[in-house]
């Protein structure tokens, strides 16, 4: 049965559409299908390295790269951590593993040695992929694992020594490539480090079909794609959003257009040299550049504005022409909600919009009754395509799931006509510039300090970054 609300028959058609489809199972599928669709169209463009890739180009580079992983011992199920720069490299990495079965940990770039040894050891990885510029951090660790021996690590840049040289790999290696095991989109692909509560990071264990999915669904979500030809990816390849966002413009036959990281001074720029029509847009970078001429350059046609507040969206929209749309996903979801285009006046409240393709949506209490709708309660989400738990964390994974519900440790109400709306967070977490950062982690780095006897983060407001870091400590029983 139709709906008689827009916004409900946007999202039905969402829905019946990926229901009708048959998309790529895999990653590596993907990215053969795109190529046979789009050959010699730019599929991604690094424009501050000048470099880019067709997506026949990265197809093809891919199947280099596996076939010439396979006599290193690179096998489905291997686990190869991946310590990259936004740069065309990472993409290929990726793509690779993927094709061989092989399972990616992507390694945060800005790791001290220890918090990289953490990872190599928590995530038992066997090989690593790293950037020239990381290998100090390497060579900085106390004692490396046993399994990442040079003969398991691939060097990108000049610096590779005795180790493999990444390019020299892509050179020897055949296309086209099969793998050897048949690699399926229930086949895990990503242990994806996020920030934890009680610690360090815990590794999401995250399949071809989390990725296919949220690729997808953050492509239709936009509406009519047909206006959609150059998506703007700032966001690190390290974390989902970055993967996310350069999936999402392959599902648009569009060209991404990708930055090393975020910066709020050229940010308008990009928009305007690159003739952007769609990005995650951060709501700081309204305040940073404030009405002038240069805004009729633009060509927006859509942004995601998590987070944003309502008075922001309407005055962006006023100002740009743009549809600005939040939604709510988190690591271990990909995505959950979005505002539908036809949301009208309810997309100026502050919501996060309705449940999207697939996920199903609850409000529960402390007993895990669930609440009368109106009512605040910590929201659980299932549905396929949701991680499979925590890599090696039966507590964290007892605590985390009822079930196939997965208790996202954040506090929301549906209103009457659906909307979900975030009230707060039950974990201690900073939302600094958009990042979760992990009270508990701050906090553990900062007892390691012989001059400190205790610690403690909370978050404050920052007029730049929307939250900021406050740590206070104890010495002696008085707080600094």
């Given at each position: 049965m139709t709906s008689d609300r827009a916004d409900l028959r946007e999202v039905e058609a969402i829905q019946r559409a990926w229901d009708a489809a048959t998309p790529p199972a895999t990653l590596g599928a993907l990215v053969r299908e795109r190529a046979e669709t789009l050959g010699d169209q730019v599929a991604a463009d690094w424009f501050q390295d000048d470099r880019h890739l067709s997506f026949r180009e990265l197809d093809e580079q891919a199947d280099r790269l596996a076939s010439a992983l396979l006599p290193l011992g690179v096998r489905k199920g291997s686990h190869v951590a991946v310590m990259l720069p936004n740069i065309p490299e990472t993409m290929i990495t990726w793509t690779a593993i993927g094709r061989l079965g092989a399972?990616?940990?992507?390694?945060?770039?800005?790791?001290?040695?220890?918090?990289?040894?953490?990872?190599?050891?928590?995530?038992?990885?066997?090989?690593?992929?790293?950037?020239?510029?990381?290998?100090?951090?390497?060579?900085?660790?106390?004692?490396?694992?046993?399994?990442?021996?040079d003969s398991n690590i691939i060097v990108v840049g000049a610096a590779a020594g005795e180790r493999h040289h990444w390019s020299a790999l892509v050179a020897q290696g055949g296309h086209p490539f099969e793998p050897p095991v048949e690699v399926t989109g229930s086949d895990l692909l990503n242990i994806q480090y996020t920030s934890g509560t009680t610690g360090f990071p815990k590794g999401c264990m995250l399949s071809h079909d989390y990725w296919v999915r949220t690729g997808y669904s953050l492509a239709v979500t936009r509406g009519d794609d047909h206006c959609i030809r150059n998506v703007l990816v700032w966001a690190p390849f390290f974390y989902m959003d970055g993967m996310w966002q350069i999936l999402s413009s392959f599902f648009l036959d569009a060209t991404a257009y990708v930055a090393r990281r975020m910066s709020m001074t050229s940010f308008f720029d990009w928009l305007h040299d690159y003739q952007i029509h769609a990005?995650?847009?951060?709501?700081?970078?309204?305040?940073?550049?404030?009405?002038?001429?240069?805004?009729?350059?633009?060509?927006?046609?859509?942004?995601?504005?998590?987070?944003?507040?309502?008075?922001?969206?309407?005055?962006?929209?006023?100002?740009?022409?743009f549809r600005a749309r939040d939604g709510y996903g988190m690591t271990e979801l990909g995505t959950a909600t979005m505002t539908p285009i036809?949301?009208?006046?309810?997309?100026?409240?502050?919501?996060?919009?309705?449940?999207?393709?697939?996920r199903q949506l609850k409000v529960m209490d402390e007993a895990g009754v669930e609440v009368a709708r109106g009512e605040t309660g910590e929201l659980w989400v299932t549905g396929p395509g949701i991680l499979w738990g925590y890599y090696k964390r039966p507590a964290a994974n007892a605590e985390a799931f009822?079930?196939?519900?997965?208790?996202?440790g954040d506090i929301v109400r549906q209103d009457e006509d659906g909307y979900f709306f975030i009230v707060g967070r039950m974990k201690e977490m900073v939302k600094r510039s958009g990042?979760?950062?992990?009270?508990?982690?701050?906090?553990?780095?900062?007892?390691?300090?012989d001059t400190i006897a205790e610690s403690a983060v909370i978050p404050v407001p920052d007029e730049k970054r929307g939250e900021e870091v406050k740590a206070s400590r104890l010495d002696n029983g008085v707080t600094n």
């Open positions: 399972v990616m940990v992507p390694i945060n770039t800005r790791y001290t040695a220890t918090e990289l040894a953490y990872v190599l050891n928590d995530s038992d990885a066997q090989y690593l992929v790293i950037e020239e510029s990381y290998l100090s951090v390497l060579e900085a660790m106390a004692e490396r694992p046993a399994m990442i021996a990005c995650a847009f951060p709501e700081l970078a309204l305040k940073a550049h404030p009405p002038s001429p240069a805004d009729d350059k633009l060509v927006l046609e859509y942004v995601f504005a998590f987070g944003w507040r309502p008075e922001s969206k309407r005055a962006a929209e006023a100002r740009f022409g036809a949301a009208g006046e309810k997309n100026f409240e502050r919501t996060c919009g309705l449940a999207i393709l697939d009822r079930g196939a519900w997965f208790c996202t990042e979760n950062v992990a009270a508990r982690e701050v906090e553990a780095v900062l007892n390691e300090i």
